[in-house]
T-cell receptor, first 113, second 112 residues
């Protein structure tokens, strides 16, 4: 089944403790992206990647890192999480063509205390 | 810069009534337009998309949308609402850099 897999689905952590949210897709998509979703603010892009070893900042990159060492994986790293990073996170992937649309993962609900 | 405006953060309709969710966009190039749906505690799912050709696009679950270039609109409709349609709906337009520009979302509430 074609899908984007995120792990974990739920995570509670403490301020300053490094964490990684994994994202993997099995569709050989070139494009991958991370979003956060907060009430009243809609979807905001954190980082995106057009292909292996190519990443770029989205609208809200501060406090996040990403890497794209292989095509299928695009992990999101929070080196020193803070409470304002408590949010619902989504990974998405797509072919590079603009008319294709995105496939989303099921989301990761992160709470930083 | 491109932008997407969804009118109404919440829309409430009775079961069986017409659903109309509004989306207007600004774009300097011919747009590709999308509607996504997010059910509670789930990720976003593609509902329908307009790329080229017929301006009336049919999607899943009985939804459809019409691309009106003169009005820069891509409103989403369904003739008869079901309780299962309760969800949040997002309109998006693709830009020239392979990115999607998102609307803020509209929560659809279905009254019994």
């Amino acid at each position: 089944e074609a899908q984007v897999t995120q792990n974990p689905r739920y995570l509670i952590t403490v301020t300053g403790k490094k964490l990684t949210v994994t994202c993997s897709q099995n569709m050989n998509h070139e494009y991958m992206s991370w979003y956060r979703q907060d009430p009243g603010l809609g979807l905001r892009q954190i980082y995106y990647s057009m292909n292996v070893e190519v990443t770029d900042k989205g609208d809200v990159p501060e406090g996040y890192k990403v890497s794209r060492k292989e095509k299928r994986n695009f992990p999101l790293i929070l080196e020193s999480p803070s409470p304002n990073q408590t949010s619902l996170y989504f990974c998405a992937s797509s072919r590079i063509e603009t008319d294709y649309g995105y496939t989303f993962g099921s989301g990761t609900r992160l709470t930083v205390v | 810069a491109q932008s997407v405006t969804q009118l109404g953060s919440h829309v409430s309709v009775s079961e069986g009534a017409l659903v109309l969710l509004r989306c207007n966009y600004s774009s300097s190039v011919p747009p590709y337009l999308f509607w996504y749906v997010q059910y509670p505690n789930q990720g976003l799912q593609l509902l329908l998309k307009y790329t080229t050709g017929a301006t009336l696009v049919k999607g899943i679950n009985g939804f459809e949308a019409e691309f009106k270039k003169s009005e820069t609109s891509f409103h989403l409709t369904k003739p008869s609402a079901h309780m299962s349609d309760a969800a949040e709906y997002f309109c998006a337009v693709s830009d020239s850099n392979y990115q999607l520009i998102w609307g803020a979302g509209t929560k659809l509430i279905i009254k019994p």
